[in-house]
């Protein structure tokens, strides 16, 4: 089984920008009723009613109007289960790092992970712990490198 055929990845096809406006569109009219409404799900009909109504809870429906946005901005947009499983290559690809620094990371206990034969494989809610523990570890650097900078009269 191969990468793509375990995530079930589809490369989305470039939308027009017809489509573009009409997820737009959507987006903020998802946003202005869930906002103005309290109700825990919210039914959804088609105008002539030859379809069932559906019933779609608000989360769902928060979750669809963060999809649009996205697209709408030509952001790719990719949904994956928290308990999905990656590979070293997949989480480096991901974090944006080598292999060999995931492997390090793994090696120290910094990332959990469970064995499959001699295969490591990492818990997708895990690595997205572990990229936010990176990015505070980045911030924190930039703050002290900016208070370094301005202590030593180097504006810029």
């Given at each position: ?21 009409m ?12 906002d ?9 009909t ?10 779609v ?19 790719a ?7 999905q499983?990656m ?70």
């Amino acid at each position: 089984m191969t990468t793509s055929e375990r995530t079930r990845r589809r490369q989305a096809a470039e939308m027009t920008p017809e489509e573009l406006e009409m997820a737009r569109t959507a987006q903020r009219c998802i946003g202005e009723s869930l906002d103005r409404s309290r109700a825990a799900s919210i039914l959804l009909t088609s105008d002539d009613g030859d379809l069932p109504p559906v019933q779609v809870p608000t989360k769902a429906l928060r979750l669809i109007g963060e999809v649009l946005g996205a697209l709408s901005e030509r952001r790719a947009v990719t949904v994956i289960s928290d308990k999905q499983e990656m590979t070293t290559v997949e989480a480096a690809n991901l974090l944006n790092v080598s292999r060999p620094f995931v492997i390090r990371a793994i090696e120290e206990g910094r990332l959990a992970h469970r064995m499959v034969g001699t295969h490591r494989r990492i818990p997708f809610d895990g690595l997205m712990a572990f990229r936010a523990q990176m990015r505070e570890k980045q911030i924190a650097a930039l703050q002290r490198l900016s208070e370094n900078a301005q202590e030593l009269g180097l504006e810029y």
